[in-house]
């Protein structure tokens, strides 16, 4: 094994010089880095936004936009008419806003933020590398740009219309503000404010945890070089982010105590998951969220190694942006109740780390170039994958169309109003519900004779029995196999009661 790491370590490929027209070329990009950078970003993440039906967590998101749309339910979230306090609301606002926008809410709704955060995130890192490059500094702009925009993570997250994508590039706008006031050695309250608001909009996204990632640096920077007054005022900054995010925990703690926050806060691990101990001896997601970085994390170590050939004013960049990926970026991959989807976050650092060591190499380095290269091809042979072959194609994914497809036509020819729904909600599917495109309340079992405006009712499959055996209600046809519709029986006794959760 060690003869093979040195025939790598030792191979001439490492130290080859780039042609001059790879030189050429890529000068030419990064002029208009820009426009590059964004015109990646629209083939990568728009085509087809909408072929595929909702998936994972995007149907209880749309229902949250629906019951704000419909029901008011902005600041107290909503779905299927019950409480909602498991995430922030600010995705669900962005979602809402493209759809006041649109004029719909549909699948591009869902997932245009996500795809908008991309390219922001994107812009953002190449601004940073441009502000910190000690020469080349479009060459660095191009490159860390790409490098977000190329990241594996990134790309099978940013066309799901969840939060990850969404925190990640509003933590990397943060640090980028404070990177710039680093650099002019100047921190104006216009600087401050920014930073802070744009913290407070990570942390409404989802909580405190990916805020540490930005935190981290702007805090022990300058503890590192005995600044402790700045440290104070990052400190204040950070506390000050939070508020917002704490004025709307406190404001739901009717529905929410404390075990539901450390639940959420994944402070006391899963009830039935994988065994801790395990998880931990294994390094479970670590792996799997360094493969994730390549193939511009070996750029970024690369410019670790270079980091005592580099003036001392300029080495602490390199601290900074090493602060900002890796304690957190290992700490949410290994602990017990890590997943590789929470180390997201690092990938902003890195990238911008990536763009100035390319930088600092392209004129003399092939493997500047090579980096670059491969990202874009693995980046194109991704979404290729996912866009063209994958999405909306699969016998799995054409068969759920034709079901949302069909659930949507019957909730069209049934009178307009809230629709309730009787569904177990370890077996419920989100996503399908979306389609009636009408408010959702949640019927309990126990309220099945209790006076609601609609003479309908959707069941959910693991539901069918009990209401089969109700004499309230009738089904008058099946929802392919997930379902069926009711309707209630003419006459029937109904109770002098209105159930839990259905609109005022």
């Known amino acids: 094994m060690s003869g093979i790491l040195r025939q790598l370590l030792g191979w001439p490929g490492w130290r080859a010089s780039p042609a001059q027209w790879q030189i050429n070329m890529l000068e030419g990009w990064a002029r208009y880095w820009p426009v590059f950078v964004l015109g990646a970003g629209l083939l990568l993440y728009f085509p087809y936004l909408g072929l595929r039906p909702l998936r994972f967590e995007e149907g209880r998101r749309a229902l949250q936009v629906l019951e704000m749309l419909e029901g008011g339910a902005w600041w107290h979230l909503k779905f299927i008419g019950t409480p909602y306090v498991n995430k922030p609301p600010f995705t669900p606002w962005l979602m809402a806003a493209v759809g006041l926008l649109r004029g719909v809410l549909d699948e591009v709704t869902v997932r245009l933020p996500g795809v908008i955060a991309a390219l922001a995130g994107a812009l953002s890192a190449g601004t940073a590398a441009l502000v910190l490059a000690p020469r080349d500094r479009k060459v660095a702009a191009l490159t860390a740009g790409l490098a977000f925009l190329c990241s594996v993570q990134i790309l099978l997250k940013a066309r799901i219309g969840e939060t990850d994508v969404t925190v990640t590039a509003l933590c990397g706008m943060a640090l980028a503000l404070w990177l710039y006031g680093r650099a002019r050695q100047h921190f104006g309250p216009a600087l401050w404010l920014g930073i802070a608001a744009l913290l407070a909009c990570a942390a409404m996204t989802k909580g405190p945890i990916p805020v540490a990632f930005s935190a981290l640096p702007m805090i022990l920077m300058p503890l590192l070089e005995r600044k ?92 900074a942006l090493l602060l900002a990926a890796v304690p957190l970026g290992v700490l949410t991959s290994i602990l017990p109740i890590g997943r590789t989807r929470y180390s997201m976050p690092a990938t902003w650092p890195l990238a911008v780390m990536a763009g100035l060591w390319v930088s600092m190499n392209w004129r003399r380095l092939y493997m500047a170039h090579f980096i670059i290269g491969a990202g874009l091809t693995i980046a194109a042979i991704v979404q290729l994958v996912q866009v063209v072959v994958t999405d909306g194609r699969t016998s799995g994914q054409r068969q759920l169309r034709a079901d949302v497809e069909a659930f949507s036509a ?95």
């Not at 006391?268 to 670590?286: K, Q």
């Not at 069209?412 to 629709?419: A, F, N, Y």
């Open 228 to 319: 402790p007054r700045e440290a104070l005022v990052a400190v204040a900054i950070i506390a000050v982010a939070h508020l917002p995010m704490l004025a709307w925990a406190w404001s739901n703690r009717p529905d929410a105590g404390a075990a539901h926050w450390v639940s959420e806060m994944r402070l006391g691990g899963e009830v039935g998951g994988d065994n801790r101990l395990t998880r931990l001896l294994h390094l479970s997601d670590l792996p799997l969220a360094i493969l994730y970085q390549l193939p511009f994390l070996p750029a970024a170590v690369a410019l670790v190694s270079v980091r005592s050939d580099l003036p001392r004013e300029r080495r602490w960049m390199i601290d």
């Open 410 to 504: 019957v909730m069209k020819s049934l009178p307009p109003g809230p629709m309730p729904v009787v569904w177990d909600h370890d077996h419920m599917n989100e996503n399908i519900l979306v389609y009636g495109h009408r408010k959702i309340f949640e019927l309990r079992r126990d309220e099945l004779d209790c006076q609601v405006a609609s003479g309908y009712l959707v069941a959910g499959a693991s539901d069918i029995a009990v209401m089969d055996a109700s004499p309230n209600w009738t089904k008058i046809e099946p929802l392919s196999d997930w379902g069926a519709l009711y309707r209630r029986v003419d006459e029937a006794p109904t109770r002098n009661c209105k159930p839990r959760f259905a609109p005022a």
